[in-house]
């Protein structure tokens, strides 16, 4: 891990350490949330005072089925599940952690709020760390998107096995394709961040279209390329440094420097990197799908309460299960046009500003959530789980709304 990086090996280490092949069976979810105080929703929250809030749920054993805590730039926490072996057990040890740092944050007056962006503040970051320290001035340079996206985000990932090596509908290469046809989907779906400073803004996912304006190389669905590994490496490569680590507080990379440079030694005065490095960089890359030895669909938006558990079910059934998933890939078809095998940007925009509304997407929606319930009754799902899903589709899916709806229709009435 300590030795230069010759850069074929370079390439060969992304293939191997992101595409982790085997049976598609696990499925993990990690969810994120702002932070408000019960009495004021506007009021900043400081450090200390999560510090305080978290540090009973912290210790060891602490959290009941073993998820971790971790907290985000702007005072956002994360809860990131271990990987269960099928959904239901996935969604079962999520709620009990879940309320468990609940009850934590209602012991110290705050609240999780799920919402993709803060619709009131604009915190400052309460993380002193090298790697935000640098991550922000890596952003500034394009604009202020970044520190939008570091302090006033939340989103929930939800992570799914990566696929065998056959050329069906359970191998990596279909899952890998699926995944990304289906990401404006569940973007649309479940669009939950229309408001910013108290305004709408003209998006029913801001966090998307946050993401989507920022640097591109690092941002964006690598181009497509028959083999997901190969079209992932180059993007890891070719994708420039945010951060280098180092001993002192200073993390921050030259500007324009891409990783592919750095390994051609084309960085006057700067070591060459080493393999603990590329994991590194691979760690600072924020594309919607997100291959880590496992796939990480990023795309969709926090979610209110329970509500959680209803993009975790549909992202899992579409995947897993080989029935929704070819009529995942019908769905899809018409936002994948000239024949094109993944939605273009404008389709990744059109979900983030209009959702469900629009006419090609709120089809897709819905197609979607019918092949997931079917493939949910097929499994035998809990009954509970079921509802769940079969409620949010037809309070938001069949009526062409998503979240945002709710909260623009909440705003109009004030």
């Given at each position: ?159 799914l096995d990566s696929g065998d090596d ?28 229309p408001l910013s400073d108290g305004r ?171 092949a997931a319930e079917s493939a949910l ?38």
């Amino acid at each position: 891990m300590t030795a230069e990086l010759p850069e074929d090996e370079a390439e060969a280490h992304v293939r191997g350490v992101c595409f982790k092949t085997g049976p598609p069976m696990r499925t993990g979810v990690e969810l994120e949330w702002l932070v408000h105080d019960r009495s004021d929703p506007r009021k900043l929250i400081t450090a200390d005072r999560l510090d305080a809030a978290l540090a009973p749920v912290e210790v060891p054993g602490a959290m009941p089925r073993g998820s971790r805590i971790t907290r985000e730039p702007g005072g956002q926490v994360e809860l990131s599940s271990p990987p269960a072996g099928s959904l239901a057990e996935c969604v079962e040890a999520m709620a009990a952690d879940v309320a468990a740092l609940r009850e934590a944050m209602d012991r110290a007056g705050l609240v999780l709020t799920g919402l993709g962006l803060d619709p009131y503040r604009t915190p400052p970051r309460i993380l002193d760390d090298p790697r935000y320290t640098a991550m922000e001035c890596f952003f500034d340079r394009e604009g202020p998107w970044g520190r939008t996206m570091m302090r006033r985000t939340a989103s929930l990932q939800v992570n799914l096995d990566s696929g065998d090596d056959s050329g069906g509908i359970t191998g990596y290469r279909q899952r890998w394709e699926l995944a990304h046809r289906i990401g404006p989907v569940l973007v649309a779906a479940f669009a939950n961040s229309p408001l910013s400073d108290g305004r709408p803004t003209g998006w029913v996912s801001t966090r998307q279209a946050t993401w989507g304006a920022m640097d591109a190389g690092r941002t964006r669905p690598p181009d497509h390329d028959p083999d997901p590994r190969a079209a992932w490496a180059r993007y890891a490569l070719d994708a420039h440094v945010l951060c280098i680590r180092g001993a002192g507080a200073d993390w921050t990379a030259p500007p324009g420097l891409t990783f592919r440079d750095w390994v051609r030694g084309k960085a006057p005065g700067l070591r060459r990197p080493t393999a603990a490095d590329l994991d590194y960089h691979l760690s600072t890359l924020f594309p919607p799908v997100r291959p880590r030895g496992w796939l990480e669909l990023r795309m969709t938006d926090a979610q209110a309460g329970d509500a959680w558990v209803v993009p975790t079910a549909l992202a899992a059934a579409l995947l897993d299960d080989p029935v929704a998933a070819d009529a995942a890939y019908a769905a899809t078809e018409p936002l994948c046009p000239d024949g094109q095998p993944l939605p273009p940007d404008d389709i990744w925009r059109r979900a983030a500003r209009i959702g469900p509304a629009d006419p090609d997407l709120g089809k897709a929606v819905r197609a979607c959530f019918t092949a997931a319930e079917s493939a949910l009754a097929r499994t035998d799902s809990p009954a509970a789980l079921r509802a769940a899903v079969a409620a949010f589709a037809e309070r938001y899916a069949e009526r062409g709304r998503c979240p945002a709806h709710d909260q623009l229709d909440a705003l109009s009435r004030v």
